[in-house]
């Protein structure tokens, strides 16, 4: 429960720095630039998070095998993009905080509630990501593969998607 009350407190108090920029410029191109911009600013500064602290393990975990046979540049840019589904809904750290809470006392039964936006975005941005990326026809098939489950926590044996899973639900 401390951790999400720090998310809560990164999620408001996280301005976007030059150094961020300088961060996504070096792992994504112009066009994602302007995608990753479509978010909000605390989901921004989370998804740079995400990627910093996946970056940091990946690097220390060398000699794992997945690590040291991942391409860091393209893992980052799916640590980057993993949340783009929730460019499709607004939700301020208010709603956020209040579905995280009542998805936890309910254990998972809000979902039936997809008619509302905010709980749609809430639980469908990782396939909402995956279908927009799709369109584009940019991305790998594994790509969008860890976009589109990053919040399935069924999926067992994945390294990689672990390693999102781990520093997505961290930051």
Do not use: T
Request: hydrophobic residues 35%.
């Amino acid at each position: 429960m401390i951790y999400r009350i720090k998310q809560f407190l990164w999620y408001i108090i996280s301005p976007f720095k030059p150094i961020d920029y300088n961060f996504l410029k070096s792992y994504l191109d112009k066009e994602e630039v302007k995608l990753f911009s479509s978010l909000k600013s605390g989901e921004k500064q989370h998804c740079i998070r995400v990627a910093k602290a996946s970056l940091q393990y990946i690097n220390n975990e060398e000699s794992s095998e997945i690590c040291s046979s991942l391409d860091k540049a393209w893992f980052m840019k799916v640590c980057l993009l993993h949340d783009i589904g929730k460019k499709f809904g607004s939700l301020s750290i208010i709603d956020k905080s209040l579905l995280v809470i009542i998805n936890k006392l309910f254990k998972d039964k809000m979902n039936k509630y997809m008619n509302v936006k905010k709980i749609d975005v809430y639980y469908n941005h990782p396939i909402k990501g995956y279908e927009y990326l799709k369109q584009l026809n940019k991305y790998d098939e594994r790509f969008l593969y860890l976009i589109k489950n990053h919040h399935n926590y069924k999926v067992k044996g994945d390294e990689m998607l672990n390693i999102l899973v781990h520093f997505d639900n961290l930051n």
